[in-house]
Antibody, heavy 127, light 111 residues
Framework: EVQLVESGGGLIQPGGSLRLSCAAS????????MSWVRQAPGKGLEWVSD???????YYEDSVKGRFTISRDNSKNTLYLQMNSLRAEDTAVYYC?????????????????????WGKGTTVTVSS | QSVLTQPPSVSGAPGQRVTISCTGS?????????VHWYQQLPGTAPKVLIY???NRPSGVPDRFSGSKSGTSASLAITGLQAEDEADYYC???????????FGGGTKLTVL
């Protein structure tokens, strides 16, 4: 069974740092496309960052230069290092596996969709 | 302001049919990479309902269906049930932003 479990959230002051973890089971993180998505209180979903199986990384503009996505293959875990945190980063952070809709699309990441999500971890940035 | 536009709310009585629209542009929905729909029940994580415009993952009832035309997409729910009460989000890849974009979400109320 595919499972994703996020951890590492908490209350942090503006300007501080946090590292979120997403422990995966039932599949191998290193050969999958993984994402972080966040949801501010009472708001909608917002994509944060992608990590392709080949190692390429992508970020939403507001987090570029502050957040870093990475993985530890030996621990089968995805991470999100968040630095210079701002009040507007306050949200529930979800990790998700991003999957191909079919073999014909395997090499075309823009067709992929988020087929498995964790329960999320809450980050609150406040003084 | 979300890149994809959804109505904030829709409602329907049990057994009725409702549709949720999702309007984008040529750089996202119109780019043709597929629109995906997610259901978020209260207090839970999102779950994929429709992927690639029209495809249902196993386990999703056939009461849920998706369609796409040009720069817009729709999610239809027939035979509305109380447990369908949730927030629904559309998603697509945006070539101008080089990332995923979501709709603002639509709250479905079953009357």
């Amino acid at each position: 069974e595919v499972q994703l479990v996020e951890s590492g959230g908490g209350l942090i002051q503006p300007g501080g740092s946090l590292r979120l973890s997403c422990a995966a089971s039932g599949f191998t993180v290193s050969v999958n496309y993984m994402s972080w998505v966040r949801q501010a209180p009472g708001k909608g979903l917002e994509w944060v960052s992608d990590l392709y199986s080949g190692g390429s990384t992508y970020y939403e503009d507001s987090v570029k230069g502050r957040f870093t996505i990475s993985r530890d293959n030996s621990k089968n875990t995805l991470y999100l290092q968040m630095n210079s945190l701002r009040a507007e980063d306050t949200a529930v952070y979800y990790c998700a596996r991003v999957r191909s809709p079919g073999a014909a699309f395997d090499h075309y990441y823009h067709y992929y969709y988020m087929d498995a999500w964790g329960k999320g971890t809450t980050v609150t940035v406040s003084s | 302001q979300s890149v994809l536009t959804q109505p904030p709310s829709v409602s329907g009585a049990p057994g009725q049919r409702v549709t949720i629209s999702c309007t984008g542009s040529s750089s996202n929905i119109g780019a043709g990479y597929g629109v995906h729909w997610y259901q978020q029940l209260p207090g839970t994580a999102p779950k994929v309902l429709i992927y690639g415009n029209t495809n249902r993952p196993s386990g999703v009832p056939d009461r849920f269906s998706g369609s796409k035309s040009g720069t817009s997409a729709s999610l239809a729910i027939t035979g509305l049930q109380a447990e369908d009460e949730a927030d629904y989000y559309c998603q697509a890849y945006d070539t101008s932003l080089s990332g995923w974009v979501f709709g603002g979400g639509t709250k479905l109320t079953v009357l």
